[in-house]
């Protein structure tokens, strides 16, 4: 594709958390966007829901290598919470269990 209405670097895109991608204005009033997953993918084409406008994404792949796949994204983090709480109650039991003799 060659046609795009403008190269912007990521630098220069805002990130959304609640929707989960990096946008920036589009001239029709709307925003151009694009999440991690397709930065991750090598995707470097953000899209206008609201126009047929697109943006080139000048980015370092390299940065988004590390992504985790979409139908992972939630699981990790509550695997990590549990992990966290496991180590506190082992934790906990050490301590119960620790006696000091001189």
């Given at each position: 594709?060659?046609?795009y209405?403008?190269?912007?670097e990521i630098?220069?895109?805002?990130?959304?958390?609640?929707?989960?991608?990096y946008?920036?204005?589009?001239?029709?009033?709307?925003?151009f966007?694009i999440?991690?997953?397709?930065?991750a993918?090598?995707e470097?084409?953000a899209?206008?829901?609201?126009?047929?406008?697109?943006?080139r994404?000048?980015?370092d792949p390299?940065?988004?290598?590390?992504?985790?796949p979409?139908?992972e994204q939630g699981t990790?983090?509550?695997?990590?919470?549990?992990?966290?709480?496991?180590?506190?109650?082992?934790?906990q039991d050490?301590?119960d269990r620790?006696t000091?003799?001189d």
């Amino acid at each position: 594709m060659g046609a795009y209405y403008d190269e912007i670097e990521i630098e220069d895109m805002t990130w959304d958390e609640s929707k989960g991608v990096y946008h920036y204005p589009c001239p029709c009033g709307d925003r151009f966007e694009i999440s991690r997953r397709q930065l991750a993918n090598y995707e470097d084409i953000a899209t206008c829901p609201s126009c047929s406008l697109v943006i080139r994404v000048i980015y370092d792949p390299l940065d988004f290598e590390d992504e985790p796949p979409d139908d992972e994204q939630g699981t990790e983090q509550s695997d990590e919470d549990e992990a966290e709480e496991s180590d506190d109650d082992h934790f906990q039991d050490a301590l119960d269990r620790l006696t000091l003799h001189d």
